[in-house]
């Protein structure tokens, strides 16, 4: 069982940065890919970074390519997504999930409850 909770969220302008967290607890979750994913209300969860178990694989959405970057630390059972270049239409609920590194989210086994993320123009 892995259980996931998101963090780093909030209010930052346009051109902005965040970090946000996924602090995991559970000994799989070190061999596990994990995947960023985000919503906006009315619209279906749509897919942002993934990162493989031992970080050598990352996969990024066209839209947040060259401004985001994924990144884990095991021993600290935490993955990263540094948001760079911040965007309004960045804005949405920002969660991630362990168990794959692919873009559907029915692909993920775990998920944690999502942070907010808003980028004011």
């Known amino acids: 069982q892995v259980q996931l909770v998101e963090s780093g969220g909030g209010l930052v302008q346009a051109g902005g940065s965040l970090r946000l967290s996924c602090a995991a607890s559970?000994?799989?979750?070190?061999?596990?890919?994990v995947g960023w994913f985000r919503q906006t209300p009315g619209k279906e969860r749509e897919f942002v970074a993934a990162?493989?178990?031992?970080?050598?694989?990352?996969s990024y959405a066209d839209s947040v390519k060259g401004r985001f970057t994924v990144s884990r630390d095991n021993a600290k059972n935490t993955v990263f997504l540094q948001m760079n270049s911040l965007k309004p239409e960045d804005t949405a609920v920002y969660y991630c999930?362990?168990?794959?590194?692919?873009?559907?989210?029915?692909?993920?086994?775990?998920w944690g409850q999502g942070t907010q993320v808003t980028v004011s123009s």
């Open positions: 999930a362990a168990g794959s590194t692919l873009q559907e989210t029915s692909a993920y086994n775990y």
């Open positions: 559970g000994r799989i979750f070190s061999n596990v890919g």
């Open positions: 990162i493989s178990w031992n970080g050598r694989f990352t």
